[in-house]
T-cell receptor, first 115, second 115 residues
C-alpha cells in the first residue's frame, strides 16, 4: 500500500532556530509528495509539493522540503522558526486510482515554536 | 477570496438525524474531493467527482452517506441516520483537471458532532 509516515507526534523548537518536520514515504513508481498545514479549527493550507526535478522544493511562508530518494524521505524545513508557525503539519502522497487520484495523509505532526 | 467554501462550519445533531453539508469549489475547478478527519488523524479520502460524475468512492463511505454534484458546480454530502462515530471534520477540496502538477486546495471544513 502506498503511504507516508510522520514519525514524530510533536516537534518543539525555539523561535529563531531551524525546524525540521520529518516524513517518509512508501510508494511504487514516482512519488508525488505534498505538505499541508492546519491551524486550529481550520482546513488544510497547501505549503509545497514535489513532483519532479530539483530535490529542494521551496514553498509558502519560507518553508522548504528536501526530497531524498535513497532515504525515501521528504522532510519539511525552515531556517528560522516563528511562533506563528505553530500548527499541525501533514505530509501526503498522491495515489493514482482507476479514474483519478486521491491524497493519502500521514497522521500529522504538531509543531510548537516557543518564544 | 475565491477559495473553497464550506457550509455550515459547525453542526451539532442528535443520533439518528440526517445532516447535509455543502461545498463550493474554486470556480473553474472541475475536480472535487471529500475527506473525513477524526481527532488525531490525517484526513481520509471519501469520494471524488470529476464535473458532475462521481468516479471514486471509498469503502469508508457507507450506504448512509451520499454525495452529489449537480451541474458540476457545488457538491453536497448527506449523512442519514447519523451515528456518534460520524463525529468528525468533513473537508472538501478542489483542483483543476489532472496533470502531474495537480494540487488540491481545501476548504475550512465542517465539524460535525453527533450527540
Amino acid at each position: 500500500a502506498q503511504s507516508v509516515a510522520q514519525p514524530e507526534d510533536q516537534v518543539n523548537v525555539a523561535e529563531g532556530n531551524p525546524l525540521t518536520v520529518k516524513c517518509t514515504y512508501s510508494v511504487s513508481g514516482n512519488p508525488y509528495l505534498f505538505w499541508y498545514v492546519q491551524y486550529p479549527n481550520r482546513g488544510l493550507q497547501f505549503l509545497l509539493k514535489y513532483i519532479t526535478g530539483d530535490n529542494l522544493v521551496k514553498g509558502s511562508y519560507g518553508f522548504e522540503a528536501e526530497f531524498n530518494k535513497s532515504q525515501t524521505s521528504f522532510h519539511l524545513k525552515k531556517p528560522s522558526a516563528l511562533v506563528s508557525d505553530s500548527a499541525l503539519y501533514f505530509c501526503a502522497v498522491r495515489v493514482f486510482t482507476e479514474y483519478g487520484n486521491k491524497l493519502v495523509f500521514g497522521a500529522g505532526t504538531i509543531l510548537r515554536v516557543k518564544s | 477570496d475565491t477559495g473553497v467554501s464550506q457550509n455550515p462550519r459547525h453542526k451539532i445533531t442528535k443520533r439518528g438525524q440526517n445532516v447535509t453539508f455543502r461545498c463550493d469549489p474554486i470556480s473553474e475547478h472541475n475536480r472535487l474531493y471529500w475527506y473525513r478527519q477524526t481527532l488525531g488523524q490525517g484526513p481520509e479520502f471519501l469520494t471524488y467527482f470529476q464535473n458532475e460524475a462521481q468516479l471514486e468512492k471509498s469503502r469508508l463511505l457507507s450506504d448512509r452517506f451520499s454525495a452529489e454534484r449537480p451541474k458540476g458546480s457545488f457538491s453536497t454530502l448527506e449523512i442519514q441516520r447519523t451515528e456518534q462515530g460520524d463525529s468528525a471534520m468533513y473537508l472538501c477540496a478542489s483542483s483543476t483537471r489532472q496533470t502531474s502538477q495537480e494540487t488540491q486546495y481545501f476548504g475550512p471544513g465542517t465539524r460535525l458532532l453527533v450527540l
